[in-house]
Nanobody, 124 residues
Framework: QVQLVESGGGLVQTGGSLRLSCAAS????????MGWFRQPPGKEREYVAH????????YYAISVKGRFIISRDNAKNMVYLQMNSLKPEDTAVYYC?????????????????WGQGTQDTVSS
């Protein structure tokens, strides 16, 4: 079992940056690949990025590639999402998720554990 808690959300202007954090407790996050997903207002949850258990492999949705960076610090049981050049369409509740395998996935159904989400709002 692992518990996930996101933080770092807030209100930012277009072009600004935010850094989301996801703290893992319970079993250490070194046994899990991690992902970030988001749910825009009135829309389905969508994939953002994922990172392998070791941190050596990262993947991104086309919509955020080149602007967002996923990283992890296994010693601190933390996963991060650095979001740059933010756009109004990035407004969403952001969730981190964990799956007990070496590699992550872009499919939400592949993840066993989820955080409660953090709201990010990008104003135009």
């Amino acid at each position: 079992q692992v518990q996930l808690v996101e933080s770092g959300g807030g209100l930012v202007q277009t072009g600004g940056s935010l850094r989301l954090s996801c703290a893992a407790s319970g079993r250490t996050n070194t046994t899990y690949a991690m992902g970030w997903f988001r749910q825009p207002p009135g829309k389905e949850r969508e994939y953002v990025a994922h990172i392998s258990r070791s941190g050596s492999s990262t993947y991104y949705a086309i919509s955020v590639k080149g602007r967002f960076i996923i990283s992890r610090d296994n010693a601190k049981n933390m996963v991060y999402l650095q979001m740059n050049s933010l756009k109004p369409e990035d407004t969403a509740v952001y969730y981190c998720a964990a799956r007990p395998y070496p590699l992550g996935s872009s499919s939400a159904k592949e993840y066993d554990y989820w955080g409660q989400g953090t709201q990010d709002t990008v104003s135009s």
